[in-house]
């Protein structure tokens, strides 16, 4: 039997005196997407920067494609873990502080790869230019990352994740902030993915319109705690979305996207 992807037992981040993060047992198998919500400060985040060592546990354990991360893991073990691991944070930089073209920003995800300040070969380029092409950047590779709109630059990171070849793929809210059209070519793109790369994915997002329709399982964090772990039908009852999104709300639900829309009619 293959070992879990991410295996975690009784993991806690302790911070300014509170558990940003308490999960007493976790695991996924490899090729599972699950999708991460929760409001404000559930430690949604935490969670995934604990499982590069980004954020260093206080206690318990945690182990990411096989390899330990505690407070105690060297940084050595670390960086051949995240060499492993692609990761899209909500952002990358303010735009005048990434004067980088797309092709240079998509670039960075090989470094790990090619070494710390090696030049990067003809087979790094070869896997850059493939990832902008499959994800429809290769038009804008020249252009500043900076010049690009919100939905491309997500793109650009996605891209900047997958040139790693990564076995784990990580995404901090990919579709904040972007409009209805941004928003699903950004949810096809992970379907995409999983389908052909068949990528264990972790999906941080707060729109039920994000989950994609490959997503078997949804994970609710509420105070750093596991509030709800199951498959999205069986998950999302109407109390679950009234107590994530408020009162008046139903759930509408369409080969295997969801959405919470309002109750018509005076309150």
Same mark, same amino acid.
């Given at each position: 039997?293959?070992?879990?992807?991410?295996?975690?037992?009784?993991?806690?981040?302790?911070?300014?005196?509170?558990?940003?993060?308490?999960?007493?047992?976790?695991?996924?198998?490899?090729?599972?997407?699950?999708?991460?919500?929760?409001?404000?400060?559930?430690?949604?985040?935490?969670?995934?920067?604990?499982?590069?060592?980004?954020?260093?546990?206080?206690?318990?354990?945690?182990?990411?494609?096989?390899?330990?991360?505690?407070?105690?893991? @060297?940084?050595?073990?670390?960086?051949?873990?995240?060499?492993?691991?692609?990761?899209?944070?909500?952002?990358?930089?303010?735009?005048?502080?990434?004067?980088?073209?797309?092709?240079?920003?998509?670039?960075?995800?090989?470094?790990?790869?090619?070494?710390?300040?090696?030049?990067?070969?003809?087979?790094?380029?070869?896997?850059?230019?493939?990832?902008?092409?499959?994800?429809?950047?290769?038009?804008?590779?020249?252009?500043?990352? @900076? @010049?690009?709109?919100?939905?491309?630059?997500?793109?650009?990171?996605?891209?900047?994740?997958?040139?790693?070849?990564?076995?784990?793929?990580?995404?901090?809210?990919?579709?904040?902030?972007?409009?209805?059209?941004?928003?699903?070519?950004?949810?096809?793109?992970?379907?995409?993915?999983?389908?052909?790369?068949?990528?264990?994915?972790?999906?941080?997002?707060?729109?039920?319109?994000?989950?994609?329709?490959?997503?078997?399982?949804?994970?609710?964090?509420?105070?750093?705690?596991?509030?709800?772990?199951?498959?999205?039908?069986?998950?999302?009852?109407?109390?679950?979305?009234?107590?994530?999104?408020?009162?008046?709300?139903?759930?509408?639900?369409?080969?295997?996207?969801?959405?919470?829309?309002?109750?018509?009619?005076?309150?």
């Amino acid at each position: 039997m293959n070992d879990p992807v991410i295996d975690l037992r009784r993991l806690v981040v302790h911070r300014a005196g509170r558990d940003l993060l308490a999960v007493d047992a976790m695991t996924v198998p490899a090729g599972q997407v699950v999708t991460i919500l929760g409001p404000n400060g559930s430690g949604k985040t935490t969670l995934l920067k604990c499982l590069t060592g980004l954020v260093r546990p206080t206690g318990g354990q945690a182990r990411v494609l096989g390899c330990s991360v505690t407070s105690r893991s @060297s940084g050595w073990s670390l960086c051949g873990l995240r060499r492993r691991v692609g990761y899209v944070p909500q952002t990358l930089a303010a735009a005048g502080e990434t004067p980088l073209t797309v092709r240079e920003v998509t670039a960075i995800g090989r470094t790990g790869i090619a070494g710390l300040l090696r030049r990067l070969s003809s087979d790094d380029w070869r896997q850059v230019d493939f990832w902008l092409e499959s994800l429809g950047l290769a038009d804008l590779a020249d252009r500043t990352y @900076s @010049s690009l709109s919100g939905g491309e630059q997500r793109k650009t990171l996605i891209a900047r994740a997958m040139v790693q070849q990564p076995e784990l793929l990580l995404l901090d809210e990919p579709t904040a902030n972007l409009d209805l059209r941004w928003r699903e070519q950004i949810v096809a793109v992970l379907e995409r993915l999983h389908r052909d790369a068949r990528l264990t994915v972790l999906l941080v997002c707060h729109e039920l319109e994000v989950i994609p329709a490959c997503c078997r399982r949804l994970l609710v964090l509420r105070d750093g705690r596991v509030a709800a772990d199951g498959s999205p039908s069986e998950t999302l009852t109407p109390g679950l979305i009234e107590s994530l999104y408020g009162a008046r709300l139903r759930l509408v639900a369409d080969g295997g996207r969801y959405c919470a829309a309002p109750i018509g009619g005076p309150a």
